[in-house]
């Protein structure tokens, strides 16, 4: 399938054409590299969709979250993208890519497209292309974009600078959910989410949003005149819900309010610039003929103990210029 082809596909909204195109940009043959830029470029740029990111430890019930969650949207007229990544295997390279068959409901929609995709040793909780990937999921006209990520840590910052907002999900039971959770996270949230809280852990689910609201009391606000909302959930029973969205509408709401929106998004793609000339130049370190001598030796070098790491990276950056 060409470029022209892929791009009149998406811009149709046919989901066998994103899937097809996603697949190209995750490719790392140089030759569809090039044509992974030509499609990008074809393709307009929206400003009129929402970015959320969406995070929690594993077993807090993300899937189960965002398949109630995307069948709310969609009952209110939306078009939900997915783009769920999967942790990758450090040995084989491989992931099991679940998420798919977990949200059988939401992936029998017509107008949902649900796309898992391994991490690939990428850190920061989402694939290497989830740029790329959200950028052509609005072009083919999903208006919603969900991110849920690997997991909670400290380099989840990286997600939280592709998306408009951020929501981290939890689980009750107050004390040992905010000992786990780094001060890091806590000044990335915008939307606070405690899952499972029904039953028995109804209780430890008001003890808990209780906890988050004192912690986030004691930090700065990532927004002047705007507080994290924390809501208690069931994802499960789907109660709550509605709420979330809701809140998550107020956030946008502010952020547009106070021409933020906007500047979220420029910044979003300098940051975007920023990590694409980071790895292209990697990319031509290891890759480019001219240096490959010069690291084979100074790899047998460090190995040897002539020097040490840290000389050896001085002096492959020196002769790089």
């Known amino acids: 399938m060409t470029v022209a082809q892929l791009a009149?596909?998406?811009?149709?909204?046919?989901?066998?054409?994103?899937?097809?195109?996603?697949?190209?940009?995750?490719?790392?043959?140089?030759?569809?590299?090039q044509k992974a830029a030509e499609l990008l470029s074809a393709l307009p740029k929206r400003n009129d969709t929402l970015r959320l990111g969406i995070s929690g430890v594993p077993g807090v019930g993300k899937s189960?979250?965002?398949?109630?969650?995307?069948?709310?949207?969609?009952?209110?007229?939306?078009?939900?993208?997915?783009?769920?990544?999967?942790?990758s295997s450090p040995t084989t390279g491989g992931s099991i890519l679940g998420d798919k068959t977990r949200m059988e409901l939401l992936s029998g929609k017509e107008e949902a497209f649900i796309r898992p995709s391994p991490t690939a040793g990428t850190l920061g909780g989402v694939a290497k292309k989830t740029r790329e990937s959200i950028?052509?999921?609005?072009?083919?006209?999903?208006?919603?974009v969900l991110v849920e990520t690997v997991g909670v840590g400290q380099s989840e910052?990286?997600?939280?600078?592709?998306?408009?907002?951020?929501?981290?999900?939890m689980l009750p039971g107050a004390g040992d959910s905010l000992q786990g959770i780094k001060r890091g996270i806590l000044e990335i949230t915008d939307v606070m989410v405690i899952n499972k809280a029904d039953g028995d852990q109804k209780?430890?689910?008001?003890?808990?949003?209780?906890?988050?609201?004192?912690?986030?009391?004691?930090?700065?606000?990532?927004?002047?005149?705007?507080?994290?909302?924390i809501l208690t959930i069931s994802a499960l029973q789907k109660e709550g819900i509605a709420e979330v969205w809701e809140a998550v509408n107020q956030f946008k709401e502010h952020l547009t309010s106070n021409n933020l929106?906007?500047?979220?998004?420029?910044?979003?793609?300098?940051?975007?610039?920023?990590?694409?000339?980071?790895?292209?130049?990697?990319?031509?370190?290891?890759?480019?003929?001219?240096?490959?001598?010069?690291?084979?030796?100074?790899?047998?070098?460090?190995?040897?103990?002539?020097?040490?790491?840290?000389?050896a990276a001085r002096r492959l950056m020196d002769e790089i210029g």
């Open 64 to 87: 189960t979250f965002i398949e109630a969650f995307g069948n709310l949207l969609i009952e209110q007229g939306h078009r939900v993208a997915v783009l769920a990544v999967d942790p």
């Open 203 to 229: 209780k430890l689910a008001e003890m808990a949003k209780s906890e988050y609201k004192n912690a986030f009391h004691m930090l700065a606000p990532k927004y002047p005149g705007m507080e994290v909302a």
């Open 135 to 144: 950028q052509l999921c609005e072009a083919a006209g999903y208006d919603i």
């Open 261 to 311: 929106f906007d500047k979220n998004r420029n910044k979003q793609d300098l940051n975007w610039f920023k990590r694409l000339v980071e790895d292209e130049v990697l990319h031509r370190i290891w890759n480019q003929a001219s240096t490959q001598q010069m690291v084979s030796d100074l790899k047998d070098d460090m190995l040897s103990g002539k020097i040490s790491a840290t000389e």
């Open 157 to 169: 910052f990286e997600v939280a600078s592709m998306v408009d907002c951020f929501m981290v999900l």
């Open 8 to 33: 009149e596909g998406i811009s149709k909204g046919k989901r066998r054409h994103l899937a097809k195109a996603i697949t190209l940009i995750e490719s790392s043959r140089e030759e569809d590299q």
